[in-house]
């Protein structure tokens, strides 16, 4: 799928698509005022007020024909520079549009664009011609905060997309149904993997199945990590105010942590499980013979995030950060990050994920250190990534407030890229908490630190996997491996709860359906359920101890002695193959 906000020809168009919505928009609802209407990277949307009116995605077809008429009008679209104050007057009516050029810089140039009767403030680009907005699509409306603030009105956010070829186009709508079939908060409802109560809007439930996926998930994250020299530790929950202004979170992230008073005195849930770290470090005295210390931390963190914000795992208000903080000397630093590059590079391979490298330097406020330090951790980021093999795109202005960073960028089965892991390089909280460590001269130096996660958090990670496998998992992550279908339970059950034991011995993960339904009612729910594999034990299979099994998706039966299926299925775990 592309990236429509990067793509030199898709961004202009789909830019101008948003324009065209806006005025058939305007043509339909005259008293309509609009807010602003950005390229998304898969389309665009448009922000409107339309006062107490209400657009609903039955109205979305009668919005598109208008479109469509005002396309094939072909009017050409003009860009006029205008004065600060020739924009005041000229949106003197729209609210939206005047707050918009108040906050503009002093310097900056001011530009409009007109398409026949429709003007609309806007850097640009766009295309020459409405002509040229031929296969498009509105795809659904939804609210939307005015500045994203909950305090402000709720503004009514259209989304569509736009594409050259009306191949193109459909290529996309489908790549979209697709997405919306491996939707994770379907899936996860469907499989028993999570749940979501209004008694905790945020706070997801796991489920049996899905506790038996992330147990799987974090006992491998533990495995790995201990072959790459890490330590374990696990950190309070809750802290006192004054170890967050100390981290600087109080000052630059108070807006997103939950507050509580206890014995008269601030504490707060964490938001992340830096301070922590840094504590723990600093609970013993150590020698650079002890660097780097690998510490690893699968840490629960508590966020605010706005309730229109939430979204199944993907954006939730309590997640476990698969947290790691590795303490080195400078001379260690661009080792340790081609090492953790080519760690991150191993856990992704197994499952299928690629991925792309972005540098995200220092923020325009809200940072801290010196911007010599800053300038100085960048540099070791890039050349670090060099060095591992990769490139990196430069992302300005998205870094850490405590230091630069590099961002996985993973990229899934249908294309769609996602943010999952980082690695941040921080020289300020070791200052910040007097860290320090003895070299080989005797005198205290400072180290430096690596704050870093891979799955991001765990789980968001078990969301994105879902939609990756369309919840048909690899066969050492699934929660049932093999399901054991007797084909008349009342004879062959006792053969099935056999191979069972068997295999229950060898700690595959296993049931038997002897349910008093026909046989192919038990094989259709068990493809439904994407259990990997299906065994068939019929008056044949039982006479010759054999077993006969079907894989997910696969219509061909195989028959099989128990010894063959035991070493197969269990090479497939340890091996942590991929499913075809």
Request: charged content about 30%; aromatic content about 10%.
């Amino acid at each position: 799928m592309k990236n429509i906000k990067e793509d030199k020809e898709l961004m202009p168009l789909n830019h101008s698509c948003a324009h065209l919505l806006a005025q058939a928009v305007k043509h339909l609802y005259p008293e309509a005022k609009f807010w602003v209407g950005p390229v998304i990277e898969d389309g665009f949307y448009y922000d409107i007020d339309l006062g107490d009116q209400a657009i609903t995605e039955e109205d979305l077809p009668k919005i598109e024909k208008e479109m469509k008429k005002i396309a094939k009008d072909g009017k050409k679209i003009v860009r006029h520079e205008i004065s600060r104050e020739e924009a005041l007057e000229m949106f003197k009516d729209d609210p939206y549009k005047i707050d918009l050029i108040e906050n503009m810089p002093k310097d900056e140039v001011i530009s409009c664009y007109t398409q026949g009767d429709f003007t609309d403030l806007c850097r640009g680009p766009h295309v020459d011609s409405v002509k040229e907005l031929k296969y498009f699509k509105l795809l659904k409306c939804s609210g939307a905060y005015f500045k994203g603030d909950s305090k402000n009105k709720v503004l009514q956010r259209i989304y569509g997309v736009c594409y050259k070829t009306a191949e193109d186009l459909e290529e996309h709508l489908k790549m979209l149904e697709e997405a919306k079939q491996r939707d994770h908060r379907k899936l996860g409802k469907e499989l028993g993997i999570f749940m979501i109560s209004e008694y905790g809007p945020g706070f997801p439930f796991f489920l049996p199945n899905g506790m038996i996926l992330r147990n799987v998930l974090e006992n491998f994250w533990y495995e790995e990590h201990t072959k790459e020299g890490y330590q374990f530790i696990k950190t309070p929950i809750m802290l006192s105010k004054e170890l967050w202004e100390v981290s600087g979170h109080w000052d630059n992230y108070r807006e997103n942590m939950y507050t509580s008073m206890i014995d008269e005195k601030e504490f707060a849930i964490k938001p992340m499980n830096c301070p922590g770290g840094m504590l723990v470090y600093k609970n013993s005295l150590h020698s650079y013979k002890d660097l780097p210390i690998r510490c690893g931390e699968l840490g629960q963190v508590h966020r605010h995030e706005a309730s229109g914000a939430l979204n199944g795992l993907f954006r939730v208000r309590t997640f476990t950060q698969d947290d790691a903080h590795i303490f080195m000397r400078e001379d260690q630093i661009e080792e340790e990050i081609i090492r953790l590059i080519a760690f991150i590079d191993r856990i992704y391979s197994l499952f299928g994920l690629t991925y792309d490298i972005e540098l995200s330097t220092r923020p325009e406020d809200k940072y801290i250190g010196t911007i010599e330090s800053w300038n100085k951790s960048e540099a070791i980021l890039q050349e670090a990534c060099k060095k591992a093999g990769h490139d990196c795109k430069i992302n300005p202005g998205d870094g850490a407030f405590y230091g630069p960073k590099l961002d996985f960028h993973i990229k899934d089965s249908l294309g769609r890229v996602w943010q999952c892991g980082t690695i941040q390089l921080d020289a300020n909280l070791p200052e910040r908490f007097d860290l320090t460590y003895i070299d080989k001269d005797g005198a205290k130096k400072r180290p430096v630190m690596l704050h870093r996660v891979i799955f991001g958090s765990i789980e968001r990670f078990i969301g994105i996997l879902i939609e990756h496998f369309a919840g048909a998992f690899p066969t050492w992550l699934s929660p049932l491996q093999v399901n054991i279908i007797p084909v008349n339970p009342e004879v062959h059950l006792e053969y099935a709860k056999e191979i069972e034991q068997r295999l229950q011995k060898e700690n595959i993960r296993v049931k038997v359906d002897a349910r008093n339904e026909k046989l192919s009612y038990r094989m259709r729910e068990s493809q439904t359920m994407k259990t990997p594999y299906n065994l068939i034990l019929g008056d044949k299979e039982q006479e010759d101890g054999t077993i006969s099994y079907r894989l997910h998706g696969k219509q061909e039966t195989n028959t099989v002695s128990i010894e063959e299926f035991i070493t197969l299925i269990k090479e497939e775990i340890e091996q942590k193959k991929l499913r075809s």
